[in-house]
């Protein structure tokens, strides 16, 4: 079946500018999670979603940042005022709302911020 | 932020050979473990995993081993192949549900031909 799709793949944007990512969960995946991941590094968690609900955005850097999602499918990542360090690979992944806490990955977007 | 990020540990094995990649982890809380493999452009994919209970588990040409005493994780793969270049990531979490991962910084694996 489908895998964790992402939109766009490249986003390249300028300073202060604000961007939208895209995840599109596996279908029946009941949470969802967005990490980042920077040039050659492990990855940095962000948030995630039970449902439609956000139980932890701990991990989001600043008010800069926000998400949602809908419908308990899709879910957007906004980052406002973009800024360089903003730049990286925006991962998300989901699972089903079984036991294992085995976690699918789309490929992610890599955001440029120029 | 990290210091080290731009520098990930690489291990360069024979194609043919077993490798072994290892993982120490920081929360003696985390009870499930898992293994991730990320190609070039691609998000990470699963491998394995193990629960704290168990301190070996068997896949297909992969093993990993749990010593939950000295906080460390291996990954052995038998007979690298070339599709095996990667990084690979190990992750924990205090429990099996839906609590995010906590990510290691990855090892690069190069396997030479």
């Known amino acids: 079946g489908a895998g964790v799709s992402q939109s766009p793949s490249n986003k390249v944007t300028e300073k202060g500018k604000d961007v939208e990512l895209r995840c599109d969960p596996i279908?029946?995946?009941?949470?969802l999670y967005w990490y980042r991941q920077s040039l050659g590094q492990g990855l940095e968690f962000l948030i995630y979603?039970?449902?439609?609900?956000?139980?932890?955005k701990s991990g989001l850097p600043s008010d800069r940042f926000s998400a949602e999602r809908t419908g308990g499918s899709v879910s957007t990542l906004t980052i406002q005022r973009t800024q360089q360090e903003d730049s990286a690979v925006y991962l998300c992944?989901?699972?089903?709302?079984?036991?294992?806490?085995?976690?699918?990955f789309g490929a992610g977007t890599r955001l440029s911020v120029l | 932020g990290e210091s080290v990020g731009l520098h990930l540990p690489t291990l360069s094995v024979q194609e043919g050979d077993n490798s072994i990649i290892n993982c120490a982890y920081s929360?003696?809380?985390?009870?499930?473990f898992i293994w991730y493999k990320q190609e070039s452009g691609k998000g990470p994919q699963f491998i394995i995993d193990?629960?704290?209970?168990?301190d070996k588990r068997q896949g297909q040409r992969v093993t990993v081993l749990l010593n939950k005493t000295v906080k460390h994780l291996s990954l052995q793969i038998a007979a690298t192949q070339p599709g095996d270049s990667a990084v690979y990531f190990c992750?924990?979490?205090?429990?099996?549900?839906?609590?995010?991962?906590?990510f290691g910084k990855g090892t690069r694996l190069s396997v030479i031909a």
């Open positions: 992944a989901s699972k089903t709302g079984g036991a294992k806490n085995i976690q699918y």
């Open positions: 279908s029946g995946h009941t949470a």
């Open positions: 979603f039970q449902g439609n609900s956000a139980p932890d």
């Open positions: 929360n003696s809380a985390s009870d499930y």
């Open positions: 193990i629960r704290s209970n168990m």
């Open positions: 992750a924990e979490t205090p429990n099996s549900g839906n609590t995010p991962l906590v």
